[in-house]
Structures are given as C-alpha cells and as structure tokens.
C-alpha cells in the first residue's frame, strides 16, 4: 500500500489507508479482489466521507461496483472488484472532495482461471440409411465459464466400432461449435467419444443411430430401336433393357424383376427377369394385336418401378 499525501500532515487532517484483504483471486468476472480502505482523524473514525475510485487495467475489463464511495459508521469502505482477464490492476483512491484527505494506490493480482467447459451436444442428423454414404450429423457447442464460446480449439472425434467420421479433427468455429459427420455400413446405434485436444477433457456423443439400408435404388427401363415400327404378328417384338441401380454397399446381380402388361393380348418373354452381374436383364414384348401397351416392371418387393408405353401397329 502507498500512501500519496496531498498536502503537510498534522493532527487536524483526516487520514486516508488502504489495505489489500483479498488478492490473486480468479479472473472469471465473480470472485473478487478487496482493498479495505478506513478514513480517520487523529486514529478517530471519519463517517461519511466520499472517496473516488480509479482503476487501471491493462484489458479495460476490471470492474468497479461504482467508482465512488461512502464510508460507514466506523470510516470504513470495503471495496470489491472483479476482472475476466489474468493481469495486474492498479487502484487508485483519492477525495471525492478536493484535499479531503491524502491519495491511496495499490494493485490488485487477477490469476489465470482454471479451463472449465460447458459442452452441449446436439444430434442435427440421425437415423439416416446405413449405406456407407448416407450420413448422420453431431455437433458441439462448447462455451467456458463465463458461458463465452471457446473459440480455435481442436477436438479430435473418435469412433466407436463400424462407425466412420468425416473428419477426426475439428476445430471449435466463432460460436464454439465443432460439428462432424459419419456413415455405417451396418443399422445399429453408435457413439462417439469427443476429447478436447490435450486437456483430458472428454464429452461421450451417444444415441446415434442407422437404419437398414434398402439393397437397391432404383430401376430404369430402356426401350430399344424406339423409333422402328414393330408389327403385330406374333414374330416381331420391342426390346425393353432394364437397370438395377445398387445403393452403396449392396450388389444389384441376381435380383428379380416382375414384369405386368396393360394388355390381354400382348405377352413377355418371360413374366419374371433376372439382372446379370451388372444389374442388367432384358425383356422381349410381342403382340398379336395392333394396340399401344404398358410394360411396368417392378423389384425390390415393388418398392421399386419402371414403366414404358410401346406401340404395337398393323
């Protein structure tokens, strides 16, 4: 404490002292540093009297409750400030009324605050098709004690088994936010185990889920040589390719295709196909009858289906 004296002390001057109770405290804007500042004359209690507060702070983020003050019966005035950046803060207290009393100044310690995080994690997509390309959606949001988003830091995701990321590493955006995408060759639930890089501080994302994955996505039907003219005699036909599309991870060989017609007279090579090993299969329509027809097709337990219009003529 220093003690700055505004003009020649003698017996009949009131008598400014400070005196630091509380120093080094957190710098996280709640706990607070204290300077017990007394006013007396001749050691007597001055009541009453108003003092100016200045503060000095590197930051600009120290914070007074008020920069004046009275003191109390006893010419007592405990103050108390608060700061959310780790400095030295210098305070000065003087007479609110010109010479009063003498000038106090004495500086306060703000320490570094332990990171604590609070993280909140939001599901953005879930239970999408577990396909190896559909992908669900997690994200962190992640703020410090002062509930402030924690900005430029590097979260590394890990995986549980059958789960894979996008990306391992991801940092924290302007409002905290670390987000990551995955995909599943397998319906089921996962986790993912999100760790705040090198500080041991871990956050388990559950509840992520895939759902079975249809075999296949779609089917096409390719009519031939469209533009000749195929006539009703039983002999001539219209060649109809279809495709089987695959999904990801499913194989589209093998697979059945049904085959209908609006018609009583028409009839297909066969009423049921089955694709090659490229997804393929091939059907022949002939028609004893001049007449326009509509071969649908369907797969995939009839989630699935093609439809072509053919024209028979005379």
């Given at each position: 404490?220093?003690?700055?004296?505004?003009?020649?002390d003698n017996e009949s001057v009131m008598k400014l002292t400070s005196a630091i109770h509380v120093n080094n405290s957190p710098a996280n804007g709640t706990d607070y540093n204290a300077i017990l500042f007394a006013v007396t004359r001749n050691e007597v209690p001055?009541?009453?009297?108003?003092?100016?507060?200045?503060?000095?702070?590197?930051?600009?983020?120290?914070?007074?409750?008020?920069?004046?003050?009275?003191?109390?019966?006893?010419g007592n005035f405990l103050l108390k400030?608060?700061?959310?950046?780790?400095?030295?803060?210098?305070?000065?207290?003087?007479?609110?009324?010109?010479d009063a009393f003498n000038s106090t100044s004495d500086t306060l310690k703000f320490s570094q605050v332990e990171e604590l995080y609070n993280i909140q994690v939001?599901?953005?997509?879930?239970?999408?098709?577990?396909?190896g390309t559909s992908q669900n959606k997690v994200q962190l949001k992640i703020?410090?004690?002062?509930?402030?988003?924690?900005?430029?830091?590097?979260?590394?995701?890990?995986?549980?088994?059958?789960l894979t990321l996008r990306d391992r590493f991801v940092l924290t955006d302007s409002d905290g936010v670390a987000a990551v995408?995955?995909?599943?060759?397998?319906?089921?639930?996962?986790?993912?185990?999100?760790?705040?890089?090198g500080e041991n501080?871990?956050?388990?994302?559950?509840?992520?889920?895939?759902?079975?994955?249809?075999?296949?996505?779609?089917?096409?039907?390719?009519?031939?040589?469209?533009?000749?003219?195929?006539?009703?005699?039983?002999?001539?036909?219209?060649?109809?390719v279809y495709f089987l599309k695959k999904s990801a991870r499913d194989i589209n060989a093998n697979k059945e295709i049904s085959i209908v017609l609006n018609s009583v007279t028409a009839y297909p090579s066969k009423r049921t196909i089955i694709t090659d090993d490229t997804g393929m299969a091939t059907l022949?329509?002939?028609?004893?009858?001049?007449?326009?027809?509509?071969?649908?097709?369907?797969?995939?337990?009839?989630?699935l289906v093609a439809r072509n219009k053919i024209v028979f003529s005379s």
């Open positions: 404490m220093n003690n700055i004296v505004s003009r020649a001055c009541p009453g009297q108003f003092i100016h507060f200045s503060v000095y702070s590197p930051s600009g983020n120290a914070t007074l409750p008020s920069p004046y003050a009275e003191t109390d019966s006893n400030i608060t700061n959310t950046v780790a400095e030295d803060v210098l305070i000065v207290a003087a007479p609110a009324i010109s939001t599901t953005l997509v879930n239970k999408s098709a577990a396909d703020n410090n004690a002062l509930n402030k988003p924690v900005t430029n830091k590097l979260v590394q995701f890990l995986p549980s088994t059958g995408s995955c995909t599943a060759l397998a319906e089921g639930d996962y986790f993912i185990s999100a760790e705040i890089y501080v871990v956050q388990a994302i559950t509840g992520i889920s895939f759902t079975k994955s249809s075999e296949l996505s779609g089917l096409s039907g390719y009519v031939l040589n469209n533009t000749l003219q195929v006539s009703a005699d039983g002999v001539e036909y219209w060649e109809i022949y329509v002939y028609n004893t009858v001049a007449e326009s027809v509509v071969v649908s097709a369907y797969a995939d337990n009839d989630n």
